[in-house]
């Protein structure tokens, strides 16, 4: 296994010489688990003499994992995690058109009473912490990301009295939040529901969905929503390394560590908790 990890970006292609220095292994020893490797098709040799690559099979085997690791597979232990952690709802959310998103998978919260899970709801995406999230990654992720959803700021529907109606505004938003690696939605969808999302990325590193936390702003106070930024993009940062994207430098100490309790005792009464 170490030596199909020493295969990379970088160093595609290897010899024998090379990996044992670098393993710290007998040359024997590497040119003898080669040998092996290339039998089953997961190493193949260069035409330069002595010089490897990874073969046909590690291509197979590769492909096969992405199939086989789809989204919600991908996050369904995380959102549980992060659901026992907050004690509020957790969900995983897609952008299915130019102006909703869509929920595919969701944790309720422990202290929801009363209420039926939320999955296969689609919604405003500028209402929601995920959809800014999702609309924010479509015009910062990529050099050509902006023009296929720069035509639906101008069809910003009022939700709530709170809703972001004005596209400049929410173009302003969606700057902040793509710097900042997180959004929230205060009151934007529903009154008294506040939500905080933070976007998942696949083996390319392109963002292809969200994670959130939300509930009732009696919980979801503005002094508590740090310390819950920090747990969803934890969350986020998990499930796409389960999807294949290499973790990113220093990513992790750029995270502030929670200094108060995340959990919060519940309140008199519930808000339905979508994004």
Partial sequence: ???LKAFTDTHPDRGVAELARELGLHKTTVFRLLAALEHEGMIARTESAGVYRLGPEAIVLGAQALRSNDLRTA????LVALAE???ETTSLEVLVSDDEVLILDEILSR???GSTPSIGWRGPAHATSTGKVLLAAERYDGPDAARPRAASLARLVKVTPRTITSAARLERELQTIWKQGYATANEELEPGLVAVGAPV????????????IAGPNTRLSPARIPDLAVLVRR????VSQHLGCPPVPGAATQLRKPVRPIAASASPSESRTRR
């Fill in 85 to 87: 952690t907050c004690g």
């Fill in 75 to 78: 996050a369904h232990a995380e």
């Fill in 1 to 3: 296994m170490s030596i």
């Fill in 111 to 113: 202290h929801l009473l």
């Fill in 201 to 212: 990325r696949n083996h390319e590193r392109r963002v292809v969905a969200a994670l959130s």
């Fill in 235 to 238: 969350a986020a940062e998990r």
